[in-house]
């Protein structure tokens, strides 16, 4: 049987001129100076936040959970500044992406690099345990210029941005490998490769445990667990977050010690515990419009189905 032609996914093809247009305003983006670009991300935040009803329905419920003791008028606040955050973090990925040399200039400030050093010379693969803030773009260029890594993502729908996403990771990072594809990353460990991984996102029940995050039990990956010990290698946690004046702070710390344990419900609980400790300092960065709290361990409706219907959501 013949197998069919892979799409065309070139920009000069009708059906992805829409996703050439995007990437000419990326590419325009990426040359604005770093003030003229946050405050572009203040008005596009807004806006977002005003038209996505959706998503601030998401990000209103998981911020209610997440930060129970906030009144209504803090959590709102809290949700407008995080449409803001990721406003500011599209407008990053276009200067990460396409963004000359000069603009990179004193951008990012890179700590703890000794930790992945320390890491590399264990002669072991590296998973660099990271979250979903949304300054991970431009910190990933940053650290790609010294430190070739491969990341993992999320393919996206759009096979045509998903061709432009995918060059430029690969160019900016070293390589870019959907996060389903376990065998590649675990022989990108075994061979001892350098893996960013983030496990802080909802990828459904299978291969999931429900452990606290920010107080929740949250459906958690236990990927992490299984990379460790199916590709042999040590976990060192780094985070990404903007700083007050626009620049960006990428941080690595220890390796995590006696990982992984006996027990992957209590291995995943520590990884994400990590995670939450970090982002309890940066908590409008963290992208609060994922549907994290999906899962309810009980089963049958989602958490915010629940909370539509006036039932209990906890």
């Not at 990460?96 to 951008?107: K, S």
């Not at 990927?223 to 690595?252: I, K, W």
């Not at 995943?268 to 982002?279: D, F, K, L, P, Q």
Request: proline share 6%; glycine share 8%.
């Amino acid at each position: 049987m013949t197998r069919p032609a892979p799409e065309d996914t070139r920009l000069t093809q009708p059906r992805c001129w829409s996703t050439a247009a995007a990437v000419a305003g990326m590419w325009l983006v990426a040359r604005l100076p770093r003030k003229a670009r946050q405050g572009l991300g203040w008005l596009l935040g807004h806006l977002i936040h005003a038209a996505g009803r959706r998503r601030r329905f998401i990000a209103r419920v998981n911020i209610e959970l997440a930060f129970p003791d906030l009144d209504e008028r803090s959590r709102k606040r809290l949700v407008r500044q995080s449409f803001v955050s990721a406003a500011r973090g599209m407008l990053e990925t276009a200067t990460a992406w396409f963004g000359p040399e000069w603009q990179m200039r004193n951008q990012v400030e890179i700590r703890g690099l000794e930790y992945l050093d320390e890491a590399i010379q264990t002669g072991r693969g590296v998973i660099m345990l990271g979250s979903h803030t949304t300054s991970i773009e431009i910190c990933g260029r940053a650290l790609g210029r010294i430190r070739p890594f491969h990341t993992t993502y999320k393919p996206d729908r759009n096979p045509c941005f998903e061709r432009v996403m995918r060059a430029r990771r690969i160019a900016i990072y070293g390589d870019a490998i959907p996060v389903t594809d376990m065998r590649r990353i675990v022989r990108t460990l075994k061979s001892g490769g350098i893996i960013w991984y983030a496990p802080d996102q909802n990828y459904g029940k299978k291969n999931s445990v429900f452990v606290p995050f920010f107080g929740i039990d949250t459906a958690t990956t236990t990927g992490t667990v299984r990379l460790a010990r199916l590709g042999n290698a040590v976990v060192l946690p780094c985070f990404s977050v903007r700083r007050p004046d626009g620049r960006n702070l990428l941080e690595f710390q220890p390796m995590l010690e006696g990982f992984p344990g006996e027990d992957s419900r209590t291995d995943t609980a520590r990884v994400i515990a990590r995670i939450e400790n970090y982002m309890r300092q940066y908590p409008e960065q963290y992208l609060w419009m994922h549907s994290r709290y999906k899962d309810h361990p009980e089963g049958g409706l989602n958490r915010y189905e629940r909370y539509r219907q006036g039932l209990p959501h906890v």
